[in-house]
């Protein structure tokens, strides 16, 4: 896609973050936005920001974990402007520790989140979009970490994989059906978001119980320490959501599928080179 004005743009996540520089940017293009997020405040605030810019905005509130919702998105979307031209499958969480520590609790928030929220985008948005007329672009949000292998944050980094690879298999499909869909999967380094707060959207019924030396928790070593405390100063030094944004708009415009910082290209080169040459996981720490 190449012209974005008057078009519509549909952004999970859109109430934070890079989900908002997201929004910021399609509305400088002169695009109309359906706006996504579970935190309803914060999605009526940015709605209304856009709004008395001179922006058509449309706020929906959604928890992309649950089908019926992404599905309502998706049916409003279509019943207000008939046609989709950019979907953000964007929203996210961070949680997790060790692949054993993590709870059942984590795994199930993160992947039906991370995971289960881009499937939902696809599965209602897709079908849709291959019967309107017009090209679209679709952009799914997984991180670097779903490039690239590590210690720490597994839970996080197996929804990001899983994300890569679902964003690979749907830019085949769409190919080979000769759809005018592209796919774009984006994986940011560090962002200047809330992203560490993750926990303020968790439900209740997903949160943990308050335990104390979990079966099989042991302290963390000086390394994982170091690496954690690094990652929240990366994320605070990060990048701006509308840099990044820019970015992304530039990528659909070349009609690019990988969208990653040139900075993390030793970590996706190693882990490239790790499984071409057979050799067991390199152990690269963030620094
Ligand atoms: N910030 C970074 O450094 C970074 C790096 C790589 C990837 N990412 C990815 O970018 C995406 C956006 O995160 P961010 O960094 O802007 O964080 P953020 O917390 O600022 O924004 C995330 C948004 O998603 C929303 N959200 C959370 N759960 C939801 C749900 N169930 N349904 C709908 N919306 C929900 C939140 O309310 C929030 O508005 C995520 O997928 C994240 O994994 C972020």
Known sequence: MKTFQGKVAVITGAASGIGRGLAEHCVKEGMKVVLADI??????????????????????????????????????????????????NNAGVGAGKTAWESTLADWEWVLGVNLWGVIH????????????????????????????????????????????????????????????????????????????????????????????NAPGETKSSPQEEAGRQFILQAIQRGESPQHLAATVFEAIREKRFYIYPQTFKTGIQTRMEDILGQRNPTLLLPH
């Open 39 to 88: 935190e309803e405040q914060a999605l009526l605030q940015v709605s209304q920001e856009l709004t008395a810019q001179g922006a058509q905005t449309l706020a929906i509130p959604t928890d992309v974990s649950q089908a019926a919702e992404v599905e309502t998105l998706a049916r409003k979307a279509f019943e207000t402007y008939s046609e989709v031209h950019l979907l953000f």
């Open 121 to 212: 985008g696809i599965h209602f948005f897709v079908p849709r979009m291959l019967e309107q007329r017009a090209e679209s672009h679709i952009v799914n949000t997984s991180s670097v970490a779903g490039l690239t292998s590590g210690p720490g944050l597994s839970v996080y980094k197996a929804s990001k994989h899983a994300v890569v690879s679902l964003s690979e298999t749907l830019y085949h499909e769409l190919t080979l059906r000769n759809a005018s869909i592209g796919v774009s999967v984006l994986c940011p380094g560090y962002v200047k978001t809330r992203i560490q707060d993750s926990q303020r959207n968790r439900p209740v019924r997903l949160q943990n119980a308050p335990v104390e």
